[in-house]
T-cell receptor, first 117, second 116 residues
Framework: DTGVSQDPRHKITKRGQNVTFRCDPI?????LYWYRQTLGQGPEFLTY????????KSRLLSDRFSAERPKGSFSTLEIQRTEQGDSAMYLC???????????????FGPGTRLTVL | GENVEQHPSTLSVQEGDSAVIKCTYS??????FPWYKQELGKRPQLIID?????GEKKDQRIAVTLNKTAKHFSLHITETQPEDSAVYFC???????????????FGSGTQLTVLP
């Protein structure tokens, strides 16, 4: 499968624990996005990387959340001191800048479903 | 920031009929409008997109129309089949302050059920 991959697919944790998710984008895609999706809602933007640089963060991303993309390839999203409200599907997407001013297409991974007990 | 509203939230059609899902957006600077299909427990998959320099785009049984003046766009599925049953999300791009990358703002989704 040459698409975006995410690991783990499911994570159950207790409130207060730290969790880390990984995203592997499509190779040669230098743009990587994290979104959060709660039940019955569309994905909400969290943060964006171009290569290894984190260029945008949503106000949704509290200081308990941190994301990295150290070598410009895979990315990790860490949530510290998890709360029940963090329970959601965490989606990663990647894109390759298109030629000219057109917006590039984002391709999504299967997501990591987090359940905080 | 951008706000996208999507209607209806649920839609049931008979197999072979057409389905139409409508979205409105608020940011006149948005210029890219993708539609994603998401089956239960699976990733959102892009099914069609449209850029603001065109008013309509068609791909087999799927078409999207865009009215920039009214800030709304619609997804049309003809000759629906049971495998079209899924949640459909519209999205509008809004500019990120850095570079040319775009943040997608999604609608709340439409659960389409195609009855055999």
């Amino acid at each position: 499968d040459t698409g975006v991959s995410q690991d783990p697919r499911h994570k159950i944790t207790k409130r207060g624990q730290n969790v880390t998710f990984r995203c592997d984008p499509i190779s040669e895609h230098n743009r990587l996005y994290w979104y959060r999706q709660t039940l019955g809602q569309g994905p909400e933007f969290l943060t964006y990387f171009q290569n290894e640089a984190q260029l945008e963060k949503s106000r949704l991303l509290s200081d308990r959340f941190s994301a990295e993309r150290p070598k410009g390839s895979f990315s990790t999203l860490e949530i510290q001191r998890t709360e029940q409200g963090d329970s959601a599907m965490y989606l990663c997407a990647s894109s390759l800048p298109s030629q000219g001013p057109s917006t590039d297409t984002q391709y999504f991974g299967p997501g990591t479903r987090l359940t905080v007990l | 920031g951008e706000n996208v509203e999507q209607h209806p939230s649920t839609l049931s059609v008979q197999e072979g009929d057409s389905a139409v899902i409508k979205c409105t957006y608020s940011d006149s600077a948005s210029n890219y409008f993708p539609w994603y299909k998401q089956e239960l427990g699976k990733r959102p998959q892009l099914i069609i997109d449209i850029r603001s320099n065109v008013g309509e785009k068609k791909d087999q049984r799927i078409a999207v129309t865009l009215n920039k003046t009214a800030k709304h766009f619609s997804l049309h599925i003809t000759e629906t089949q049971p495998e079209d049953s899924a949640v459909y999300f519209c999205a509008a791009s809004s500019a990120l302050t850095s570079g040319s990358a775009r943040q997608l703002t999604f609608g709340s989704g439409t659960q389409l059920t195609v009855l055999p």
